[in-house]
């Protein structure tokens, strides 16, 4: 429901994950799980966690073998996640009491704390580490805002297959991820409200009947608000701005949904990004495919039709240019666009 605490999980123990759905869920926190580093940054594409419990030893990618640097590779990525630099990361392992180093070498990664597996053994009740985690994250948060410039206005700009913030010179996306389809409906069905005039706020129920939100609704539409103010927030709070509740889609007083004044809407020009590329280059058919999702080259490759050896030296070159950012090496290499293309 909206407001609820969402848990990201990291574990590719299935016993593990079925005790943990169980003691999350008596905290009456939604808990997602992914079983591998890959997939933990897919779901991060999509969903702004409140707090991480991360298995340090972990796959790479379905089918691999867990390995502890998989874990700390994905660790120093979450913190340089727009939005994550704050919430709480508790690691969760089987040997952390008997290697203070390795406790010391995650903490300098940014973890919170860890905690030692089994839990009904450990020393601190783990409901009670991640309560306090998110009780001292919250203090920081909102210590952090009141340091935060206020937003004062900015567009929303429609792509093809995502829709992104302008504002001051920054551009961020904040819709076309892979599970936010309903958004994406209700931010087109509120656009051309918008282009046609139409200015009047719509009920949750008048959007839910217009963008079939499925037999959930207006609480379906409810909860896709609440995922994208939270995304809209930790996006702007990455660059410096402070997110009113009303900022960007307004619902003052609960009377229906509408644009802000602060917001403008138009179409993108695809052709525009990114501007380094030229417009019917292999380059930037990469970073497309950067942009609708696709992480690593085999990913990458398979949505251009390529196969990878014929798409890595347009890659390395990307990198070399500074329009791509890569990390980790190989064929696990994770590859994005940095924040603000």
């Known amino acids: 429901m909206p407001g609820?605490?969402?848990a990201l999980v990291v574990e590719d123990n299935k016993t593990i994950v079925a005790e943990l759905r169980d003691r999350l869920g008596s905290m009456r926190h939604k808990v997602v799980v992914a079983s591998n580093q890959l997939e933990a940054d897919n779901l991060m594409d999509d969903t702004l966690f409140d707090y991480v419990l991360l298995d340090i030893n972990i796959p790479s990618n379905p089918g691999g073998r867990p390995r502890e640097q998989n874990g700390r590779n994905l660790l120093a990525s979450i913190r340089k996640r727009p939005g994550y630099s704050g919430i709480p990361i508790i690691i969760t392992t089987a040997y952390g009491s008997d290697s203070p180093d390795l406790a010391v070498s995650l903490m300098k990664l940014g973890a919170t704390d860890f905690i030692n597996k089994p839990f009904d053994n450990s020393k601190v009740n783990l409901e009670s580490k991640i309560q306090?985690?998110?009780?001292?994250?919250?203090?920081?948060?909102?210590?952090?805002l009141q340091h935060l410039k206020p937003f004062t206005g900015g567009e929303l700009v429609f792509f093809p297959e995502w829709v992104e913030l302008h504002f001051d010179r920054f551009k961020v996306r904040v819709s076309g991820y892979r599970k936010d389809a309903?958004?994406?409906?209700?931010?087109?069905?509120?656009r051309k409200k918008?282009?046609?005039g139409d200015l009047r706020s719509m009920s949750g129920?008048?959007?839910?009947e217009n963008v079939n939100a499925g037999?959930?609704?207006?609480a379906a539409v409810r909860e896709a608000f609440y995922t994208f103010r939270s995304l809209c927030s930790s996006q702007l709070a990455a660059h410096g701005y402070r997110c009113e509740?009303?900022?960007?889609i307004a619902n003052e007083n609960h009377n229906g949904y509408h644009f802000s004044p602060k917001i403008r809407v138009r179409e993108g020009d695809l052709a525009a990004l990114p501007p380094e590329v030229g417009p019917n280059s292999k380059e930037r058919a990469i970073c497309l495919a950067l942009v609708r999702g696709q992480k690593t080259r085999r990913q990458i490759a398979n949505r251009m039709g390529f196969s990878v050896e014929e798409i890595k030296d347009a890659l390395r070159k990307l990198v070399e240019a500074g329009i791509v950012r890569r990390e980790g090496s190989g064929s696990s290499a994770i590859y994005s666009l940095p924040s603000g293309r």
Do not use: N, P, Q, W
């Not at 306090?132 to 210590?143: F, P, Q």
């Not at 309903?182 to 509120?190: D, N």
């Open 182 to 190: 309903l958004m994406r409906s209700i931010l087109e069905f509120l």
């Open 245 to 248: 509740r009303h900022d960007i």
């Open 132 to 144: 306090d985690a998110l009780i001292a994250s919250l203090k920081i948060r909102e210590s952090s």
């Open 205 to 208: 129920k008048v959007i839910a």
């Open 4 to 6: 609820s605490i969402i």
């Open 194 to 196: 918008y282009e046609s």
């Open 215 to 218: 037999f959930r609704g207006d």
